[in-house]
């Protein structure tokens, strides 16, 4: 979408479908895919019910699928101990939605190096 327009609307599945075939291209090639779950969003101005089920459900493929090559779960690597549906306060840049550099910093001890060989 360009910027300022209305966000596509997409189903978990339709999203499912994408991550299958950018992990088909990568196998085709003989690159590992390495995928990442989508990190919490609660109180950005993207948030909603129905965004919230589908992040869970493409969540929950990207975890137990075993369709990637390995995982990375930023979901649970930066959520809040209070609600995990929201990013951390000492990751969030602001808006609920970006992080900030200790966010960054989370994403990357969260990366298993075994999973990049």
């Given at each position: 979408?360009?910027?300022?327009?209305?966000?596509?609307?997409?189903?978990?599945?339709?999203?499912?479908?994408?991550?299958?075939?950018?992990?088909?291209?990568?196998?085709?090639?003989?690159?590992?895919?390495?995928?990442?779950?989508?990190?919490?969003?609660?109180?950005?101005?993207?948030?909603?019910?129905?965004?919230?089920?589908?992040?869970?459900?493409?969540n929950?493929?990207?975890?137990?699928?075993?369709?990637?090559?390995?995982v990375?779960?930023?979901?649970?690597?930066?959520a809040?101990?209070?609600?995990?549906?929201?990013?951390?306060?000492?990751?969030?840049?602001?808006?609920?939605?970006?992080?900030?550099?200790?966010?960054?910093?989370?994403?990357?001890?969260?990366?298993?190096?075994?999973?990049?060989?």
């Open positions: 979408s360009p910027i300022g327009a209305p966000p596509t609307d997409v189903s978990a599945d339709e999203i499912i479908a994408g991550h299958r075939e950018l992990i088909r291209q990568a196998h085709a090639k003989g690159v590992r895919a390495i995928g990442a779950t989508l990190p919490p969003m609660k109180g950005s101005r993207y948030h909603s019910a129905r965004g919230e089920a589908k992040r869970d459900a493409v929950a493929w990207i975890r137990g699928s075993g369709a990637y090559d390995g990375v779960d930023l979901d649970r690597a930066l809040s101990p209070s609600d995990e549906d929201q990013l951390d306060p000492a990751y969030d840049s602001g808006d609920h939605l970006h992080l900030n550099d200790a966010g960054y910093r989370a994403v990357a001890q969260a990366v298993d190096p075994a999973d990049l060989s």
